[in-house]
């Protein structure tokens, strides 16, 4: 054990100091803290608390375990699912640290052990569940002396504001007194502002620091389907390879009951996938067998009810589906925050019917009839940012990230979402616009609340405001400016006006009440309706297709500056001009600036490298079995694709792999060593490359390539380390040829070089496209496909299309940006165009996909 530093007896600077570093390296393999993790950890070691509020998969347990390692004290851990807690520690034992639990299966003699660990100050972690602290308060105050800092997992469970709320979790503020003096580090990545505040209050830490990441994970691309039939809506997704059929990685899939998760079962059982199902109707034991089958990889596929959130931590989830409607977006954000906690590519697909929203709907009414009023708008709120979610035809991450911020600051990047996606391939603006409709909402409200008292569907309100001849008898019954409103809406469909309580429903202003001891439910107006009925305020929707189909003319006019939701900028994206402003530069180019390259790999030493990665997982696998863990608690894919690059032949060129710990390195490293040394002997591999060498890249496009989202960073990696096709880049890097070509168009727009030739793209081809784009469509290229017209079909495809575009982007400028002529000139339009890629201003797909701050509330 490490020397005790006393609580109070030490300020930790702003920067980590060096043994804070070493530590880091050393227990986790980590060489920098990712932003606000030291600020966190300074801050608990410094005796003040916190709640973090961290994105699904960011590095919560380096904040809670650091500090302990560093101070050499104990800290108690509180999880809310044993399978949790028993990663925990099979992870954190790997690395030689002490670690414990107790939970309702520990025996008296046991715990009576791990007192005796306690007291002789020699373990660090005691994982404890809450059901076990609401019944502990004396061997709590024993232990007292021991402990310097509480963390508490999940912390969003504390707060009736969650989803995902747990009676024991209120219970925890005690511990504040029993084990006084003690920080509390309380750790969630779903927290709206109304849950932080009652977590705070709650955990009895009212002064505690709020901190908060980023909580985009732009790892994950977000789609959304309609659902068909399900043999081909999940049959449709597999890929078959010599691992047999399967979603492209690990894959969740969950569904609303246990029926739908066996069906599913067997349709892919049926195809050929390795999958097993998890839900509440199965045994402890079949459960646990489930899980530890897909942490260990003998299965590719779980089907789970959502009893499957929480509780997995395989970092290497490639994809998660939901086949059907998910209830609210809380609980969605945290189960699609399985995928890709490794930092890959993942995808979030959710498969959904208007049947099954509205059935959520009318649960969640049922579900919330008893909450007080607050608590009720909460929950519907939660149900109806999930809905806009899946509706929505404007960018989906967006829709998620301000549920938890309404300011949230994020502006999403390239690799988005289906409808991000959809708008980059367009030939015009098709932008949804938005629609003032204060005269019609008032209208249809008024009619809601006091012509039919909040006791009817929206039907009749509907039939009221268009002067259908079924309602005129109502007329007769109500105040005079009521009487006026019966027929106003008669220019407007049905569908219009079914489109428009939909959107007052979504705003909070309309709200929906299950019907007592019945069916379906009716429709009244919310406190939040009545005040803006009362007020002076427009209000604003987002155009559905049906309200646009009556505004013909002002549609073909939709694509005016300006006008377009989050879409930055209007219709037009003009090159500057036709003059360079500056040259891009290809990798063959052999122009100052871009450094040689170190040779090439050829096919056969790529093909070598694949190989010896197979062997490695094997070896990986094997080392797992052996030590009943999961493979990558011995070491994650990326530490295995690393040691490949490397092929090291002793301890002292494995030491460059990141993010692999000392112990696990010291431990395991040795057996990849020997499989590296034999395979090169009887390949004739070079050995002991090392990564960094590779990157020939200056400091400048070395910054550039750091503003870039990380999954187009590993792409470009491999392209400039390999040099190979497009096609076998998507496959090496397990992603659409789409998907990569994107990537590097975002390298392109950076100025960063690439390979032209491996990608087919020649200088003829360049100035082709040029020439088309001055000439025919007046230079503006924000819609790829009106450039894909000019040429004969087959000329060029989208994929190159994209990165050309933004080769010419970064060589000619755009309209409204600065031209410069001198040095000093050229320097600005450079920080420019950087500052154009951490905030993206192109809607095509010549540029990852732009928000403009203002529409997004930022
Ligand atoms: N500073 C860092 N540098 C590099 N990788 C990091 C860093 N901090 C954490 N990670 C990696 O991030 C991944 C997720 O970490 P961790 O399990 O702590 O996430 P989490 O926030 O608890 O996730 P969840 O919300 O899903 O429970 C791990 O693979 C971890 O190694």
Not at 25 to 46: D, L
Not at 368 to 387: D, F, K, N, P
Request: net charge positive; charged share 25%; proline share 4%.
């Amino acid at each position: 054990m490490h020397r005790v530093i006393p609580l109070s007896k030490r300020s930790w600077p702003e920067s980590p100091p060096v043994e804070v570093m070493d530590a880091m390296k050393k227990y986790f393999g980590h060489s920098t803290f990712r932003p606000r993790q030291w600020e966190i950890v300074r801050e608990v070691m410094n005796g003040g608390d916190v709640l973090a509020i961290m994105a699904t998969g960011y590095g919560k347990s380096v904040c809670y375990q650091l500090p302990s390692l560093l101070r050499g004290d104990l800290t108690i851990v509180i999880s809310p699912l044993l399978s949790l807690i028993e990663d925990q520690l099979k992870g954190l034992r790997l690395n030689k640290i002490r670690a414990t639990c107790i939970t309702g299966n520990t025996s008296q003699s046991e715990r009576e052990g791990i007192e005796r660990e306690i007291t002789s100050r020699s373990v660090h972690f005691l994982y404890l569940t809450p059901e076990f602290v609401q019944n502990a308060d004396f061997f709590l105050k024993r232990i007292a002396p021991y402990v310097s800092m509480v963390a508490i997992d999940e912390a969003h469970c504390v707060s009736q504001w969650g989803h995902d709320f747990r009676s024991s979790y209120r219970q925890l503020a005690k511990l504040k007194q029993l084990l006084h003096p003690v920080t509390f580090l309380a750790v969630t990545a779903t927290a709206t502002r109304n849950v932080a505040d009652d977590i705070k209050e709650s955990l009895g830490m009212r002064n505690a620091k709020e901190m908060r990441t980023n909580l985009n994970r732009e790892n994950i691309f977000l789609e959304v389907k309609r659902g068909t039939r399900m043999i081909d809506d999940l049959t449709g997704l597999l890929k078959e390879d010599k691992k047999g059929r399967h979603f492209g990685g690990p894959t969740i899939i969950y569904c609303q009951t246990k029926e739908v998760v066996n069906e599913a079962k067997e349709t892919l059982i049926r195809a050929g996938v390795r999958v097993a199902s998890y839900h509440g109707g199965m045994t402890p034991t079949a459960r646990s067998k489930t899980h530890d089958d897909f942490l260990s990889d003998r299965i590719s596929t779980v089907v789970a009810t959502i009893a499957f959130g929480m509780g997995i931590d395989k970092p290497d989830v490639r994809v998660v589906i939901h086949y059907g409607a998910p209830k609210n977006i809380e609980s969605f954000y945290q189960e699609i925050g399985r995928a890709g906690r490794d930092g890959g590519d993942s995808r979030s697909i959710v498969y959904f019917t208007d049947a099954q929203i509205t059935r959520n709907r009318s649960l969640v009414a049922g579900s919330v009839a008893s909450l007080s009023e607050e608590y009720r708008l909460h929950s519907q709120q939660m149900g109806v940012h999930m809905e806009m979610y899946l509706t929505t035809l404007k960018c989906r991450r967006r829709e998620i990230l301000s549920h938890f911020d309404s300011l949230c600051s994020s502006s999403p990047k390239g690799g988005c979402c289906d409808n991000c996606d959809r708008l980059m391939l367009r030939s015009v603006n098709e932008e949804t616009p938005d629609l003032e409709v204060s005269a019609e909402a008032r209208a249809i409200l008024n009619v809601i609340q006091r012509v039919y008292g909040g006791r009817f569907g929206g039907q009749k309100a509907i039939d009221y405001v268009r002067g259908m001849s079924k309602e005129e008898e109502r007329k007769r019954r109500v105040p005079n400016d009521l009487k006026e409103t019966f027929g106003v809406g008669k220019k407007r469909n049905e569908l219009w006006w079914k489109d428009l309580v939909k959107q007052l429903r979504m705003k909070g202003f309309i709200q929906e009440n299950k019907v007592q001891n019945g069916f379906g439910m009716v429709l009244s107006v919310s406190g939040e309706g009545v005040r803006w009925m009362n007020g002076k305020e427009k209000l604003l929707v987002s155009a559905t297709a049906v309200q646009l189909k009556k505004r013909g003319s002002e549609r073909a006019s939709h694509s005016t500056p300006g006008v377009g939701g989050a879409w930055n900028g209007g219709s037009e994206k003009r090159l500057l001009g036709v003059t360079r402003i500056r040259e891009w530069k290809s990798l063959s180019d052999s122009t100052p600036g871009v450094l040689p390259l170190a040779p090439l790999p050829t096919p056969q030493s790529m093909q070598h490298r694949l190989q010896l990665q197979e062997i490695l997982f094997e070896i990986r696998n094997g080392l797992a079995t052996k030590r009943d863990v999961a493979p990558f608690h011995i070491a994650s894919n990326k530490v295995i694709e690393e040691i490949a690059a490397i092929v090291p032949s002793s301890v002292d060129s494995i030491a460059s792999v990141s993010d692999w710990s000392e112990e696990r390195r010291r431990e395991f490293g040795p057996d990849f060593i020997e499989a590296c040394t034999k395979f090169a002997a009887v390949t004739g591999m070079s050995m002991d490359t090392d990564k960094k060498s590779q990157w020939m890249l200056t400091d400048e496009q070395k910054k550039k390539l750091d503003q870039l989202p990380p999954t187009t960073v590993s792409t470009y990696r491999v392209h400039l380390q390999t040099g190979i096709k497009a096609s076998e880049l998507a496959t090496m890097r397990n992603l659409a040829e789409s998907t990569v070509c994107t990537h590097l168009s975002y390298c392109a727009l950076a100025g960063l070089p690439l390979h032209l030739e491996a990608l087919n793209i020649s200088r003829d081809l360049r100035e082709a496209v040029h020439e088309e784009i001055k000439n025919k469509v007046g230079r503006n290229i924000r819609y790829l496909k009106a450039i894909m017209e000019c040429f004969p079909e087959g000329f060029v495809d989208y994929n190159k299309l994209k990165i050309v575009v933004n080769i010419l982007e970064y060589e000619y400028g755009i309209e409204g940006e600065e031209r410069g002529e001198g040095k000093g000139e050229m320097e600005k339009s450079q920080e420019k165009r950087e500052r154009t890629i951490e905030l993206p201003t192109s809607s095509t797909s010549n540029g990852p996909p732009a928000f403009k701050k203002k529409k997004m509330g930022l």
